[in-house]
């Protein structure tokens, strides 16, 4: 009797185990600053006289009693880094407004616990500004990123060595496994539990990712860093204005491809929000931390 009962204890627990840590899935978006431009500077059509707030966030995922970043925000030192990297041609379209209050300020504020780990979207200079605030987190990017990283160089397109090349920083590499998921031939299952998966999104830089959350409720989240700047792009279609994608888009054909995989993958699944990395109405609309989505 008990050797059959055994297996049955034991699937049982793995489903409540499975249900406990679904249930302790929720994440913030930490608002560290913004910009303001012109709707047309960032989509395709968006027009030269609406202005739209671009914002400079990092998101916290907490997972059981695991906090972790997607992306770090603006730093504690990003003046300074601004002052040393950002060529002087590109400051009047690349800019920040302030006040900048760091995610790290934020969350000591807040009396969150240590970060273990920061995924990083991609290496640009309004993800990686505040990797050096938190020595405590390994910092895991994408193989193809972590090239980028290495040859880090002031001007954009690729990443600041006053970022990414501090002694501090302990970088990983992702190894995406060859499991497909919603349209994504690779993907890494971080907690082995369907809760936050990381894909490949190559095309905006050569490493970026995008990262699925199913937090408790069973919500679905997408977060696609600059796979696209605004999320209504999706609608149509519609990439960034060409100039800018010419300035930040590596490889423009691969990014037009992420976006048309993308439309198919809202087309299938209505209910997934999509938050893209500067998309200030999609941001506020979820809250912005200490509110948790959950
Ligand atoms: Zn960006």
């Given at each position: ?7 049955s204890i ?7 185990a ?17 910009t ?9 059509g ?12 990092a998101?916290?995922v907490?997972?059981g ?16 880094q ?5 060529p002087?041609?590109?400051r009047?379209?690349f ?10 300020t934020?969350?000591?504020q ?21 990797l ?9 990017a ?10 880090a160089?002031p ?8 970022q990414?090349s501090l ?6 590499a ?12 690779r993907?890494i299952d971080?907690?082995s539990?369907?809760s936050?998966?990381l894909v ?7 490493g ?8 408790a ?10 796979a696209?700047w605004?999320a ?7 990439p960034k204005?060409?100039?800018a994608s010419?300035i ?6 691969q ?10 993958l809202v087309r ?11 998309d ?9 931390f200490?509110l948790?989505?959950k």
């Amino acid at each position: 009797m008990f050797k059959y009962l055994l297996p049955s204890i034991l699937a049982l627990a793995s489903m409540f185990a499975h249900a406990q840590s679904k249930a302790g899935v929720e994440f913030a978006i930490v608002k560290t600053g913004k910009t303001t431009t012109l709707k047309g500077m960032m989509v395709s059509g968006g027009g030269f006289t609406t202005k739209v707030d671009g914002n400079f966030s990092a998101i916290l995922v907490k997972h059981g009693q695991t906090h972790f970043l997607f992306d770090s925000g603006l730093g504690t030192q990003v003046a300074q880094q601004y002052q040393q990297d950002m060529p002087w041609w590109a400051r009047a379209f690349f800019k920040y407004e302030d006040p900048v209050v760091p995610a790290r300020t934020q969350l000591d504020q807040a009396g969150i616990p240590p970060i273990d780990r920061i995924f990083l979207s991609h290496a640009h200079w309004d993800h990686a500004s505040g990797l050096g605030d938190f020595p405590e987190a390994v910092v895991w990017a994408a193989p193809e990123e972590l090239h980028v990283v290495a040859h880090a160089a002031p001007g954009l397109g690729g990443s600041w060595p006053s970022q990414v090349s501090l002694k501090s920083i302990r970088w990983q590499a992702l190894d995406f496994k060859p499991q497909p998921y919603k349209g994504f031939d690779r993907s890494i299952d971080v907690f082995s539990d369907g809760s936050v998966v990381l894909v490949p999104m190559f095309g905006h830089t050569p490493g970026s990712i995008g990262m699925f959350v199913t937090v408790a409720s069973g919500k679905r989240f997408f977060f696609c860093g600059d796979a696209v700047w605004r999320a209504d792009a999706l609608k149509d279609g519609s990439p960034k204005f060409w100039p800018a994608s010419l300035i930040v888009d590596k490889d423009r054909e691969q990014t037009q491809h992420t976006i048309e995989q993308m439309r198919e993958l809202v087309r299938q699944d209505p209910g997934l929000v999509v938050v893209p990395a500067h998309d200030d109405t999609v941001q506020a609309g979820l809250g912005y931390f200490p509110l948790w989505v959950k």
